[in-house]
């Protein structure tokens, strides 16, 4: 059984957004998904700076799934940022990304992601990455506890 860890999503498209939340639920994952319109939003919540500040509303994530190509701060300075703050260094990200260029991919990795995934053309894709997801990161991987 998979454990209900926080999901937190950095995706500004909406329609985007909707179809990971549906893509979740079909996959059978109840891990709550939060999110997050841009790196500078991620990094605050994260960060836990107001409003994301209420650990009740806003969970500390146990994954972080992050779009590359975001307005105010994208994910390339955001994974940076993320990589280089103590705190946050040791946060699960995987990477998903309509890019499939070998350069981005390697780049991802360089900046310190967990997983690189290139978004899928249809919705039973997506649900069949949503349900690796959560197998890998919630049922086969061993992560210790955090205080945070």
Do not use: H
Request: charged share 30%.
């Amino acid at each position: 059984m998979t454990k209900e860890v926080p999901i937190l999503m950095a995706e500004d498209d909406q329609e985007d957004q909707l179809i990971a939340k549906k893509a979740l639920r079909k996959a059978k994952l109840r891990n709550p998904l939060y999110f997050v319109n841009d790196g500078e939003e991620l990094l605050d919540y994260l960060n836990r700076k107001p409003p994301f500040d209420d650990d009740e509303a806003y969970p500390f994530p146990g994954l972080v799934i992050l779009d590359m190509n975001m307005p105010r701060k994208d994910g390339r300075q955001a994974l940076m940022e993320i990589r280089s703050t103590p705190s946050l260094s040791n946060v699960p990200v995987v990477i998903l990304s309509t890019s499939s260029e070998e350069e981005e991919i390697w780049r991802g990795y360089n900046l310190g992601a967990n997983s690189y995934i290139c978004k899928p053309v249809n919705f039973e894709k997506m649900v069949t990455i949503m349900q690796s997801i959560g197998k890998y990161w919630f049922t086969i991987v061993e992560a210790p506890d955090d205080e945070n």
